[in-house]
């Protein structure tokens, strides 16, 4: 079982840049979790998926947040244009029905 | 709504016991407990699914009181591995998803 891995590990980019974080969930698992974690609000619940379909996306800051899940393999959170503010660590978690919530290790996120 | 912790911060020395309390204002269907140290990623603890349930593993247990709306988890004997930022996860009715406490900052000392 490799986890729920997450791509880049960080990414620095310049405000007004669009910025795609990557998630690939454990395999079998049929939710699946965006929060993003700061030391002023903790880990925030953005949006989350069942059977690849977004159930509650109350979470999303503003229209420039975005998130797909394409296949119960691959979901992407996109951030079209970042601001310093949107700097966080994201995580991305899965899990099945009845199980823990597994986290992967996270994007660690930098708009300058 | 985002559950209450408490205490924000605790320091011990090794050996040492600790209670980290959790608190909802919404009637709780289960209760998650996560450990995160530095820079990694939260890690599962336990559920608790039943108003009274308690569970432990080693020396860190954990109690549900359905109708108090509240958990505490019990660090005994506490080891320099439990360091990190603990964290209750809190669900209502059916929702799938998680709502976070602010965390609890745990250090043990030698």
């Known amino acids: 079982d490799a986890g729920v891995i997450q791509s880049p590990r960080h990414e620095v980019t310049e405000m007004g840049q669009e910025v795609t974080l990557r998630c690939k969930p454990i395999s079998g698992h049929n939710s699946l979790f965006w929060y993003r974690q700061t030391m002023m609000r903790g880990l925030e619940l953005l949006i989350y998926f069942n059977n690849n379909v977004p159930i509650d996306d109350s979470g999303m800051p503003e229209d420039r947040f975005s998130a797909k899940m394409p296949n119960a393999s691959f979901s992407t959170l996109k951030i079209q244009p970042s601001e310093p503010r949107d700097s966080a660590v994201y995580f991305c978690a899965s899990k099945w029905e009845g199980s823990p919530l597994h986290f992967g290790n996270g994007t660690r996120l930098t708009v300058t | 709504q985002q559950p209450v912790q408490s205490p924000q911060a605790v320091i011990l020395r090794e050996g040492e016991d600790a209670v980290i309390n959790c608190s909802s204002s919404k009637a709780l269907y289960s209760v998650h407990w996560y450990r995160q140290k530095h820079g990694e990623a939260p890690v599962f603890l336990m559920i608790l699914l039943k108003g009274g349930e308690q569970k432990g593993h080693e020396k860190i247990s954990a109690s549900f009181n359905e109708k108090k709306q509240q958990s505490s988890l019990y660090l005994t004997a506490s080891q320099l591995s439990y360091s990190g930022t603990y964290f209750c996860?809190?669900?209502?009715?059916?929702?799938?998803?998680?709502?976070f406490g602010s965390g609890t900052q745990l250090t043990v000392l030698p």
């Open positions: 996860g809190t669900a209502s009715g059916s929702a799938r998803q998680l709502t």
